[in-house]
């Protein structure tokens, strides 16, 4: 049975791939877009690869947009918009802090809120919600970020456990560091924040996202088979490897002590000076 399937923040990265990989398998899709420009622009790719999907503007923090979102008729709701706003908690603006969870949790759980009371009636649905390996940890410099997807974490749990007499589906889709650029733009944003900038505590000019990076392609299709529900884990860490070392880290808080290296510069810190961006992984 074909089930469709709405994607959020469709125009480029994950979103994007997933959109067309379903689409080319035969999938009804609705991708959604943030802004009008780029309706055109991935109307025309999809003519181009002969691929057939309906194209939206959804602006998921726009109210208006949210409620024409809610008059489609789907089985499948993959909340995958984000942004990423950089910067350590000591730097960042009131206004970027604010953007970075209007557009990461207000807007996409306000979306969800519509689409899962019509799951509710229906008695059958599935809600994927593209969190990220930040929502289980937390690197230096990517507060805000990290703040967000944890939020989205707690959210997609109560929600998975809310819906479950309902027959409803959910489940998070958690990447790991993917080479689409999301991560390196992330060490660009401090360039419009409204600030002084030879005030802060950081020197962002020096600094970039401090990990290797995969090819996000890998990305593709262990997150079709979370979406059409071929798989029934609630958590789907890509790639696989990453989850022995994420429950590491999640233990050793358990452990960590407030003078655990006081005076010393955190190691992913260092990294963020000294790596490249665009690092790919070998």
């Known amino acids: 049975m074909t089930q469709t399937v709405l994607i959020t923040g469709a125009g480029t990265g994950f979103g994007k791939n997933i959109a067309f990989a379903l689409a080319e398998k035969g999938n009804p899709v609705i991708a959604t877009v943030e802004v009008m420009s780029q309706v055109s622009a991935l109307e025309q790719e999809a003519r181009e690869r ?42 960042i603006p009131e206004e970027n802090l604010r953007h970075q969870f209007e557009a990461n949790v207000f807007g996409p759980i306000l979306l969800t809120k519509g689409f899962a009371r019509k799951m509710v009636e229906n008695k059958s649905g599935r809600i994927v919600f593209v969190s990220s390996v930040s929502g289980i940890t937390t690197n230096p410099l990517s507060g805000p970020y990290s703040g967000s997807k944890h939020t ?7 929600l ?8 409803v589906e959910v489940s998070t889709i958690n990447p790991g560091p993917y080479l689409t ?12 924040w409204e600030t002084d900038l030879s005030n802060t505590v950081f020197d962002y000019s020096k600094t970039a996202f401090p990990s290797e990076q995969f090819d996000p392609h890998e990305v593709t299709e262990p997150a079709i088979k979370v979406i059409l529900g071929e798989t029934k ?3 789907n ?8 070392g994420l429950k590491e880290k999640q233990s050793a808080v358990w452990d960590k002590k407030t003078t655990d290296s006081l005076g010393e510069r955190d190691e992913a810190v260092q990294k963020s000076y000294d790596i490249e961006p665009g690092t790919p992984a070998e």
């Open 50 to 91: 002969g691929v057939t999907m309906q194209i939206e503007k959804l602006d998921v923090t726009n109210a208006k947009d949210r409620e024409k979102a809610w008059t489609w008729d789907i089985d499948v709701l993959v909340n995958n918009a984000a942004v990423k706003e950089g910067g350590s908690l000591v730097d």
């Open 152 to 158: 989205i974490e707690a959210f997609a749990l109560a």
């Open 160 to 167: 998975s456990k809310e819906l479950q007499e309902f027959n």
């Open 181 to 192: 650029g999301f991560n390196d733009r992330e060490f660009e944003t401090w360039k419009n």
């Open 233 to 235: 884990q609630y958590r």
């Open 237 to 244: 860490v890509i790639p696989e490897k990453m989850v022995s």
